[in-house]
């Protein structure tokens, strides 16, 4: 039960600094966006092992200063925002892909 605690108060304060975190299960996925980077135009979506910091899977998305992201009620999809584009992403949380 610590360890899960740690693990939640590490991701909600990365998220001051870089975006969005949402907790699903034994997963927390973190919105990175890299506005003041060489890339501006593309953000990541990360999915990460709570209890162990691994990064399963990163996607690369096309929004600018992508910023929030939501788990589904389902755990099914993700919702990650990115408003300097005007756009939402949805993605399938068991692909890791953006859904069409």
Known sequence: ?????AAI???IAISMFIGGVALAEDVVYVVN?????ASPGSSTVSMI?????AIL???TISGE?????????DKSRLWVTAPRSDIIFII????FEVSS
């Open 57 to 59: 899977k990163t996607l």
């Open 33 to 37: 966006s890299y506005v003041h980077s």
């Open 49 to 53: 092992r709570n209890n162990t910091f």
């Open 9 to 11: 108060m590490f991701f």
């Open 92 to 95: 399938d949380a068991e692909t």
């Open 1 to 5: 039960m610590k360890t899960k605690l």
């Open 65 to 73: 200063a992508a910023h929030t992201v939501a788990v589904s009620p």
